[in-house]
């Protein structure tokens, strides 16, 4: 028998730190090629480094951007279009990546879909966190942050050797240049509601006594969901849950993005609540479950974390927590 699990109002202390306690590693930068165990250099803030930008643009070109929500809308804002338009025409996966499918420039690779080769950035007013980092990137481990680039070799020296004849600066100068608050601010609250999506997925598996009824399909769910490349993710979610997570209809302001993330969650949990607080079948827990976890880890894919460990992290919790696979 399960119970009726009023999700997420009845989170109780225990299980709404679950997935919080999971210390996601999330990587942000505006790398190649995803890959959490790649290389890299810790900076410190009076590092000097040469960090003025000759703006060739050659890491606009062949690389990722990986974008969360408010991103989103403050890329389609300086675009001067509908969010929902700027993600069908510009993004992949459902809007968490920019496309890098302009003409092809530096080493042949694909330019961003935002670069005009004779102005540079289109969106610059509104161009994403890992925008403004490179060639830096930020790690957050648990709570320990640090900025880094990836390898040993300063990137910019790869692409625009002439950066070594530019005035040189500190990390702490060049990080306050780029306007870097308002993003981090996003990118720590999305975590959060990361965290909160899959501390959804846990109360309806693990509160509700869908776990304690021996179920052993949720977990495997989870599994499933963080081993999914994320377009096939963002095509198995329903259109309605992927436009949910990532193009509310939020009349917040783009400005104050902590307030922007908050509305988005109250929204989602509304939408939950609404959606799940009636069907407490097996079937019906497992489904929204997965659904919630899912999301989640969508989310984390946007937010740089690598869903396969987030998904590995959230099931060993769970089964610490009476849940089977
Ligand atoms: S690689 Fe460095 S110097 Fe070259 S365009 Fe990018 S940020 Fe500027
Ligand atoms: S959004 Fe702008 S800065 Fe970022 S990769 Fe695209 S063109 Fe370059």
Redesign the pocket.
Same mark, same amino acid.
């Given at each position: 028998m399960t119970s009726s699990p009023k999700w997420p109002l009845s989170l109780n202390a225990s299980l709404s730190t679950l997935a919080a306690n999971t210390n996601p590693l999330v990587l942000r930068g505006k790398p190649t090629n995803f890959c959490p165990m790649t290389a890299h250099t810790i900076v410190h803030a009076d590092d000097i480094f040469p960090l003025t930008?000759?703006?060739?643009?050659?890491?606009?070109h062949g690389k990722m951007v990986w974008l969360n929500p408010w991103e989103l809308a403050c890329l389609a804002k300086a675009n001067g279009m509908p969010t929902r338009a700027f993600r069908d025409q510009f993004t992949e996966f459902g809007g968490i990546r920019l496309r890098f499918d302009g003409p092809p420039g530096w080493k042949g690779l694909p330019a961003c879909s935002q670069f005009d080769p004779e102005r540079g950035c289109r969106v610059h007013t509104g161009r994403p966190l890992a925008c403004r980092l490179? #060639?830096l990137g930020r790690q957050l481990l648990g709570k320990e942050e640090h900025y880094i680039f990836d390898g040993e070799r300063f #990137?910019?020296l790869?692409?625009?050797p002439e950066?070594q004849e530019l005035p040189k600066m500190t990390v702490r100068d060049y990080l306050h240049g780029q306007h870097i608050g308002p993003g981090q601010v996003a990118q720590d609250a999305y975590l959060h509601t990361m965290q909160r999506l899959a501390d959804g997925a846990f109360v309806l598996l693990i509160e509700s006594g869908l776990a304690a009824s021996g179920d052993k399909k949720t977990l495997r769910g989870w599994r499933a969901n963080g081993q999914q490349h994320p377009k096939e993710r963002a095509h198995q979610l329903p259109i309605e849950w992927l436009d949910r997570l990532l193009i509310p209809e939020l009349t917040q302001s783009l400005e104050d993005p902590q307030s922007y993330a908050d509305a988005h969650y109250n929204l989602l949990q509304e939408n939950a609540q609404n959606a799940f607080s009636h069907n407490h079948t097996k079937d019906g827990l497992r489904e929204a479950s997965c659904l919630m976890m899912s999301m989640a880890l969508h989310l984390g894919r946007s937010l740089g974390s690598d869903p396969v460990q987030l998904a590995d992290r959230w099931i060993v919790t769970a089964k610490k927590h009476g849940a089977h696979e």
């Open positions: 930008c000759s703006r060739s643009g050659t890491c606009c490179y #060639p #990137p910019c790869v692409g625009c950066v």
